[in-house]
């Protein structure tokens, strides 16, 4: 196996009795990339890490860590930490012994322990708060010495199973930002486990969509979120609307698609489409408008807004088009006009690029 990868996952899986928690799973993650395990709960995400971690063997297939197989070699034998997210903190330890812990416990110099703490103490910045007990700490602070105490070792891979999880929304946002600004000076591969999207879009070099035990996609943030490669990662990754109708024609991989009597929209379709097929046409709520009129690149539909939601940077609109389904249109609000130029009732036209329309089997 290839140095150039810091863990592989060769067609594992987990079983446990009549479930199969991890099903036929390849990865290839690269040495200094923050990758995210991303998907709903039970769909195998954290089982992968646990197989990485050793903390879980197999039931077939092999996972290799820097190239080398890892076999059945316990969790304390392999060049990787995990941070949890219940931080499992000794109460009544200061910071600097929750940190040195497990330096201590192998056995290192002194001197050399206070060096190191010093360091992990300053790359989550922490310093001056060497001799406070855990209840002492916000829970920001907290998650800062579970990482200082994971990276004391200096491991190959750092692994973060929902670490986020327990704080509260505006610090999480703060820690998102931290935590890669921290995996970018340090230079050590992560591998994030989160069912939170935009964590996974805010932090990943790359993200893993999961469900059910499989591995749907892997992809840059921007391939996932634009470029879905089924409906289930198109519906899991951020906001879709879907518009129902049968494939009339296919040229040059977009396809026709009739509504709703002669109303026909345009959509990327996949190879494996057949003329005549009922599909779902997909676009983001971000990507439509209100008030631009038809042309070769855009679809078009005639639609009336039946609710109208005002969240100060930007208004979303829910219209009912063809067919009576109801889209959702979100633009900003540029200016005072923005958000009232459209209300309640209004007849309207949502347009949306053809480039940003993708079909997808029902």
């Given at each position: ?41 039970g769909c195998g995400k954290t ?154 879009l805010t932090m990943s070099d ?34 879709t609307n879907y518009i129902d ?118």
């Amino acid at each position: 196996m290839s140095k150039e990868f810091a863990v592989e996952l060769h067609n594992v899986v987990k079983q446990y009795g009549s479930v199969t928690a991890v099903n036929h799973v390849s990865i290839k993650i690269h040495n200094g990339e923050f990758f995210s395990l991303l998907g709903p709960s039970g769909c195998g995400k954290t089982t992968t890490l646990r197989l990485i971690a050793g903390f879980e063997i197999p039931t077939s297939g092999q996972v290799y860590i820097e190239g080398e197989p890892q076999g059945y070699l316990p969790a304390y034998k392999r060049p990787v930490n995990t941070v949890f997210q219940h931080y499992a903190l000794f109460p009544h330890m200061t910071v600097t012994k929750n940190v040195s812990f497990g330096l201590e416990m192998k056995g290192v110099p002194k001197n050399n322990i206070k060096q190191r703490v010093a360091e992990a103490l300053e790359l989550v910045h922490l310093t001056g708060m060497e001799n406070r007990r855990p209840k002492q700490l916000s829970g920001g602070q907290q998650q800062r010495v579970a990482l200082a105490r994971a990276l004391i070792n200096h491991p190959k891979v750092l692994l973060l199973d929902e670490p986020l999880g327990a704080l509260d929304l505006k610090l999480r946002k703060e820690m998102q930002v931290e935590l890669k600004a921290l995996q970018e000076r340090v230079g050590i591969t992560f591998i994030y486990v989160t069912h939170d999207q935009e964590e996974a879009l805010t932090m990943s070099d790359r993200i893993a969509v999961m469900h059910q035990g499989k591995l749907l996609q892997v992809g840059s943030a921007q391939d996932v979120y634009e470029s879905p490669s089924s409906r289930f990662v198109s519906d899991f990754i951020g906001e879709t609307n879907y518009i129902d109708g049968r494939l009339v024609d296919i040229h040059g991989g977009i396809g026709e698609i009739v509504v709703d009597q002669d109303t026909h929209i345009r959509a990327h379709i996949m190879q494996d489409m057949q003329i005549g097929q009922q599909i779902s046409v997909a676009f983001r709520p971000e990507k439509a408008f209100l008030d631009i009129g038809p042309t070769k690149e855009m679809n078009y539909l005639p639609g009336r807004i039946h609710e109208v939601v005002y969240t100060g940077s930007a208004s979303t609109f829910l219209v009912h088009v063809a067919g009576n389904t109801e889209v959702m249109i979100r633009q900003h609000n540029i200016d005072a006009f923005s958000a009232t130029r459209f209300k309640l009732g209004d007849q309207v036209f949502v347009s949306w690029p053809i480039a940003m329309s993708k079909a997808f089997a029902e």
